[in-house]
């Protein structure tokens, strides 16, 4: 089995920098994945490591440390509409199964 | 765009019932999941599929059956739906690899809130 562990709340300004880590336990680690939900709406794929570093994607980024079973998602120069909730998910099994942690809100205030 | 369609967004069925929830991908994906979602525990995975015909118990199997007889469609099925059933479930479909490389990009449909009375 797996298992991922984050925050479950977030509160930060707008402009500010939001980090949301994710530690997970897991056999056969192929890499870790983000997604954004909206309320009322469905994940959507915001970013994925397969190797140690960091990757950026416009204002988000995200890192993967593989031997210390980390990673962190961050959110730059935040926006009202960052206010959503962010999932870590990790790939496992021959790359063929998705599981995802428990999820963190992040809620952007003026 | 990728689309992923869910048979239906809100679905009431009484205790016992067999119920079906379908889900249709039409990007030619081989691997698609399942997952239910509840406040606080995110997203838990019931059973997803790499081939057709081939299905896997993901880590919340019990009570839950799935089908896929084609590569498009992948089934959920509430042998005897029960109150603690009640939940959003959510369809996904990925891809594996394209032009040798793996892809890792899951699609979700909008999701079934099924309400078990």
């Known amino acids: 089995g797996q298992s991922l562990e984050q925050p479950s709340e977030v509160t930060a300004v707008e402009g500010a920098i939001v980090q949301i880590n994710c530690t997970y336990q897991?056999?056969?680690?192929?890499?870790l994945s983000w997604y954004q939900q909206h309320d009322g709406g469905a994940p959507t794929f915001l970013s994925y490591n397969a190797l140690d570093g960091l990757e950026e994607t416009g204002r988000f980024s995200s890192f993967l440390s593989r031997s210390d079973s980390y990673g962190y998602l961050l959110l730059q120069e935040l926006q009202m509409k960052d206010s959503a909730s962010y999932f870590c998910?990790?790939?496992?099994?021959?790359?063929?199964?998705?599981?995802f942690g428990a999820g963190t809100t992040v809620t952007v205030r003026a | 765009d990728v689309k992923v369609t869910q048979s239906s967004r809100y679905l009431v069925k009484r205790t016992g019932e067999k119920v079906f929830l379908e889900c249709v991908q039409d990007m030619d994906h081989e691997n698609m999941f399942w997952y239910r979602q509840d406040p606080g525990l995110g997203l838990r995975l019931i059973y997803f599929s790499y081939d057709v015909k081939m299905k896997e118990k993901g880590d919340i199997p019990e009570g839950y059956s799935v089908s896929r007889e084609k590569k498009e469609r992948f089934s959920l099925i509430l042998e005897s739906a029960s109150t603690n059933q009640t939940s959003m479930y959510l369809c996904a479909s990925s891809p594996q690899t394209i032009r040798g490389k793996r892809r890792t990009e899951a699609f979700f449909g909008q999701g079934t809130r099924l309400t078990v009375v």
């Open positions: 998910a990790v790939r496992e099994t021959n790359d063929y199964k998705l599981s």
């Open positions: 897991t056999s056969g680690f192929y890499g």
